[in-house]
């Protein structure tokens, strides 16, 4: 009892424990790497074409038509409405993974997964509303881990239930719906911010925008963060009832759209700012399409009905690799200003030699190393990418980022699903699909190369402009861990 009182008296580490609580059991989804077997399999009963080019393209345009508005409500409602949202959605998906039947149950069931995955946004920046900035760096590596970590073992679980138990995948599910039950409990418990990055009162409204002009994040809102750790009295009191009070009036919407426009303006004057954003759209709309859809490669290559399948063994060492190339990026001694985009030009290389490999290859094992070397360049690039952007901005123009990186990757993702996958007009097999991505990557390679050795070349002529950008890029910054 003394233990849990002490946690409590410390906010960030209270706040901390619980959105790592939230993040375990929330992506502890057991039946998520055998989601296409289960599909196609004797419980639902679903043809692989019906799930490639009529299923999973729902998911898709139903993403890209929630993300908008879930990304200016996240703010608006302050972020923990969101998140017992997504906790309550996701217990509704595997309500009907269990036991809904019928094309139409899992028609309504990718609308209701794109809720969930929309509302991602909502959770991953909410610990920036909560924890003051001096704890930022050890609050997102606890909970980026616990999300990895609940993930692997949910990955690693499946498997050894799958191999060695010879569970039916139903079994699966309805684990997958205790774990993301307590999820939806556990968000209860999520502590209230006190107010929105954008949409907030008159008061708080003219501080953030005097701290804006400041442009450092390190020196961005130190005061702030120190004053709502400390003072939890009468001060306190005094704000929310400020922000409670004119946080719905049409001031301050008006409010809320300049202070919006502003910070859009802020953090797309910056050319490098463009350039990390680029390849964040791009290649996450290349990510999420092979993501999705690579269950069906694996089968397609060794169908899960008559040979034993490791989808879940491969996803639990996706996960780590990944975990270990994020860590290992806050640690490296790499001038990312000056490298950085070389490397995306490199690593998109790497990839795309691998989604080619998927694609061509007859062995399973093969395709598996080929979906393991693509996720870990994936996750180290998207975790250099973040820190990048993040580095020189303030909370509000990362939080705005963010939202307009991912709303465009899912443009450009919903784009290929038209074209590509949906039966309504190419509706091409899966080896066709990963042929295209793979094509994809390869523009994106070519593209980052050119602009890298570029930027490199350049700086090696310019040795006062390397050492303005690693001064720029040496301040109080967010860890490479944050995303």
């Not at 490199?346 to 996720?375: E, N």
């Not at 050119?450 to 860890?479: F, M, W």
């Amino acid at each position: 009892m003394g233990s849990w009182a002490k946690l409590k008296s410390s906010r960030w580490a209270y706040h901390t424990a619980v959105l790592s609580l939230y993040g375990f059991f929330a992506y502890c989804r057991v039946a998520e790497p055998f989601l296409t077997p289960y599909l196609m399999g004797p419980n639902k009963n679903i043809s692989g074409e019906v799930v490639t080019n009529y299923l999973f393209p729902i998911w898709t345009y139903s993403k890209l038509a929630c993300l908008l508005p879930v990304f200016l409500l996240t703010d608006f409602l302050r972020h923990k409405p969101l998140v017992v949202v997504q906790g309550l959605f996701l217990v509704t998906n595997y309500v009907l993974l269990c036991f809904a039947p019928g094309l139409l149950a899992m028609v309504f069931l990718q609308v209701n997964y794109a809720v969930v995955t929309s509302t991602e946004v909502a959770y991953l920046s909410y610990i920036y509303s909560v924890i003051p900035i001096e704890n930022y760096q050890r609050a997102t590596g606890y909970v980026r881990s616990a999300m990895l970590v609940g993930y692997t073992f949910g990955a690693s679980l499946a498997q050894v239930l799958v191999s060695v138990a010879e569970l039916d995948l139903f079994y699966l599910n309805a684990i997958t719906l205790g774990t993301v039950s307590m999820a939806l409990l556990i968000s209860f418990w999520l502590p209230m911010p006190q107010r929105g990055l954008f949409f907030k009162g008159k008061k708080d409204a003219a501080v953030s925008s005097s701290s804006h002009q400041t442009g450092s994040l390190g020196a961005d809102r130190p005061e702030e963060a120190v004053m709502d750790k400390e003072e939890v009295g009468s001060r306190k009191e005094k704000m929310e009832l400020d922000v409670s009070g004119g946080w719905h009036s049409w001031e301050n919407m008006a409010t809320a759209g300049h202070l919006l426009w502003k910070s859009f303006k802020e953090t797309y004057s910056s050319r490098n700012v463009i350039y990390w954003s680029l390849w964040w759209a791009l290649a996450t709309a290349g990510y999420e399409q092979i993501f999705n859809y690579v269950q069906l490669m694996w089968d397609h290559i060794e169908p899960s009905a008559t040979s034993s399948i490791y989808n879940g063994a491969v996803e639990a060492a996706c996960s780590l690799v990944g975990a270990v190339a994020a860590f290992s990026v806050g640690h490296l001694k790499v001038t990312w200003a000056v490298w950085g985009e070389l490397a995306l030009g490199l690593f998109s290389a790497v990839a795309t030699g691998a989604v080619f490999l998927m694609a061509l290859t007859s062995s399973i094992w093969a395709c598996y190393a080929g979906y393991v070397i693509f996720k870990s360049c994936y996750m180290l690039l998207i975790t250099i990418t973040t820190f990048q952007i993040a580095s020189n901005l303030s909370m509000e123009c990362y939080a705005l980022a963010f939202g307009i990186n991912t709303f465009v990757a899912i443009l450009l993702q919903t784009i290929i699903t038209l074209v590509v996958v949906d039966e309504a007009t190419l509706g091409l097999d899966i080896v066709t699909q990963f042929i295209i991505y793979g094509s994809y990557y390869a523009f994106i390679s070519v593209l980052f190369l050119i602009r890298g050795t570029y930027t490199a070349c350049t700086n090696q002529r310019n040795p006062e402009l390397t050492q303005s950008k690693e001064h720029e890029s040496s301040g109080d910054v967010i860890s490479a861990e944050r995303f």
